[in-house]
């Protein structure tokens, strides 16, 4: 006796919905594209599960040998600097995945349009949980920024956003690459703000779109790029908004988003998909990161 297998069935298992899964991902997650991938490529499939990140102390405070010391044309003794460098694991420790199934004797006559809503459907999924515990984790998300700018369910001032401008800057984070990620109603909140709504004080302070939708909304305001996000953690009554570089969290998606699908006897003979997608997620430098409490 033989039993047929997903091996010997492989050239009538439909794979189209892998491509429809995974532009769905991408085109509903807000917060992944923000994060930091330079790491990717160290933990491709079947590379193992973490990656070793060492750190790096910015030197400052350089010796002078020369005028207002005395010592200029002396040859006086060198002092040697001796960094002790810290290492940070980033692993891959998460499974997201979203299945269903149908019985088989439904499986010829529900409308062939199902298969790729369903498709779609489970991307979207993935990629609004996987938004949903970046935003929520308070070890390495958003939440786990230490400094906190704003007040729970208060409007976002100006002075909010110059705050963060401003902590951003003395931590010497780059110029490019800072993403402010607000809440539906503290977009509202920003675009109340008369200097940000004239476009008279585009040049030096940026504008926003009052009708743009989930994602990109505008920018720079200051220095930061805007995005809109429903997926953010709240707070005693508002939400907790961000203002980040991307260097403040790495991410690092082992497999992407990916559709299996067979058939099941044993439980009684059904249809069944699999979506899924392994990553994982963490801080790495808590400066660079700041809660931002509003609505």
């Known amino acids: 006796m033989a039993d047929m297998t997903g091996t010997t069935l492989a050239s009538y298992l439909a794979e189209v919905w892998s491509p429809k899964v995974s532009v769905t ?21 079947g590379m193992g599960d973490t990656v070793n990140v060492a750190g790096f102390t910015q030197n400052t405070g350089a010796a ?30 998460r499974f997201y995945y979203m299945a269903d199934r149908r019985p088989l004797e439904m499986d010829g006559q529900v409308m062939p349009a199902l298969n790729p809503l369903l498709a779609a459907g489970r991307g979207q999924a993935i990629a609004l949980q996987v938004d949903a515990d970046l935003a929520s984790d308070n070890s390495n998300g958003l ?16 002075d909010d956003l110059i705050t963060i401008q401003t902590n951003l800057n003395n931590q010497n984070a780059p110029d490019s690459d800072r993403y402010l990620v607000v809440s539906p109603a503290t977009f509202a909140s920003i675009i109340k703000i008369e200097a940000i709504r004239n476009q008279l004080y585009a040049p030096a302070i940026g504008s926003l779109s009052g009708n743009a939708g989930q994602g990109f909304v505008g920018g720079p305001v200051y220095s930061l790029m805007v995005f809109m996000s429903n997926n953010l953690e709240s707070g005693s009554n508002g939400k907790k908004n961000a203002g980040f570089h991307t260097e403040a969290i790495a991410f690092i998606e082992q497999m992407s988003t990916q559709t299996l699908q067979d058939v099941n006897i044993e439980d009684g003979g059904f249809r069944q998909f699999l979506t899924f997608q392994t990553c994982g997620f963490k801080e790495i430098k808590d400066a660079f990161g700041n809660e931002l409490d509003g609505k």
Do not use: C
């Open 64 to 93: 002078n040998r020369g005028a207002g010391t005395g010592t200029f044309g002396t040859g006086a003794t060198l002092t040697f600097t001796a960094n002790t460098e810290a290492q940070t694991q980033i692993e891959v420790d």
């Open 143 to 158: 939440d786990a920024f230490s400094t906190v700018v704003g007040t729970d369910n208060v409007d976002v001032t100006e």
């Open 25 to 45: 991902y991408r085109a509903k997650t807000v917060l992944v594209p923000l994060m930091d991938h330079r790491w990717e490529p160290e933990l491709g499939v």
